[in-house]
């Protein structure tokens, strides 16, 4: 049985991380995203306050399968992917996809891969910021919604294969 869950972006990380938190701990890593918007135009219901639709990614079916099986196992969830608003949105899908119980779920950040700031993050853990969540899905909506309005007049209008986004098309104008 697993004591302690804890689920990083980076393989790399898994491996040095496992090494600082000793037996209790099983360190896997989600290599990177696990949901994302469907490729098609059904990603984001406009008409329901650009309420976004997400899928797992084919390519992390069975990633998922055995990370649902660990966190069941596990006495606790630690979620550890990096500081800033992808990761939190990835812990938010992981939470999500792996029907992770709030009692039995913490987040964890960190700056560096040394043993204090691991040590320091277990100490010192906190919930999921929604509000980076939030700004992440708006981001990723904003960039569907840009890129799949703009990118076919653009092949209308100027070459086939062209595409539009919302940074990009900005700072071509």
């Known amino acids: ?36 918007l469907p490729k098609d135009n059904n990603a984001v219901d406009i008409a329901n ?19 649902k099986k660990l966190a069941k196992e596990a006495e606790m969830v630690w979620l550890a992917s990096d500081d800033d608003r992808e990761g939190e949105a990835i812990s938010w899908h992981l939470s999500e996809t792996l029907n992770l119980k709030a009692d039995k779920t913490k987040r964890i950040v960190f700056r560096e891969i040394t ?6 993050a277990i100490q010192h853990p906190r919930q999921i910021n929604l509000d980076l969540v ?3 899905q708006a981001r990723r909506v904003l960039d569907r919604l840009v890129g799949f309005e703009l990118s076919p007049a653009l092949w209308r209008k100027v070459k086939a294969g062209l595409s539009a986004g919302r940074v990009q098309s900005v700072a071509v104008r």
């Open 49 to 67: 306050g650009f309420k976004p639709t997400y899928v797992v990614d084919a390519d992390k079916r069975e990633l998922i399968s055995q990370l």
């Open 115 to 120: 043993k204090p700031a691991i040590l320091n």
């Open 1 to 36: 049985m697993v004591k302690n869950l804890v689920i990083v972006e980076s393989p790399a990380k898994a491996k040095t991380i496992e090494g600082y938190l000793g037996q209790d701990f099983v360190v896997r890593s989600s290599y990177g995203h696990v949901r994302d």
């Open 134 to 136: 939030n700004a992440q």
